[in-house]
């Protein structure tokens, strides 16, 4: 069964932390790459975080040094830390899983190519 279930999002104030997590089935864990997007209202999807079946991982700009990828492959659960959050953080997160390496690098996605499976996501809303 492929499954990805996102927990942990909530409204927080500007500075504050949050750790979602993404448990995953059984063979969706063994995934070449995991990752988290998200997407606010009005602006396209965009990548967020992803780590690959190496331990490589990769940020977008805008949550360097604040937001930090893990695994726990104990509990197939995926996580990632979010600290001081801004309102620009706000949006719906979710985890994805892609089975084999692809053209673009783990944790992006482009008009051709997309992960292949997605949780139904967590809500996070950051207020000033």
């Known amino acids: 069964q492929v499954q990805l279930v996102e927990s942990g999002g909530g409204s927080v104030q500007a500075g504050g932390s949050l750790r979602l997590s993404c448990e995953a089935s059984e063979y969706t864990w063994r995934s070449y790459c995991m990752a988290w997007f998200r997407q606010a209202p009005g602006k396209e999807r965009e990548g967020v975080a992803g780590i690959d079946s190496d331990g490589r991982v990769r940020y977008a700009d805008s949550v360097k040094g604040r937001f930090t990828i893990s695994k726990d492959n104990a509990k197939n659960t995926l996580y990632l830390q979010m600290t001081s959050l801004k309102p620009e953080d706000t949006a719906m997160y979710y985890c994805?899983?892609?089975?084999?390496?692809?053209?673009?690098?783990?944790?992006?996605?482009?008009?051709?190519?997309?992960?292949?499976?997605w949780g139904n996501g967590t809500l996070v809303t950051i207020s000033s």
């Open positions: 994805a899983a892609d089975l084999f390496p692809g053209p673009v690098p783990c944790g992006l996605e482009s008009r051709e190519y997309t992960m292949d499976y």
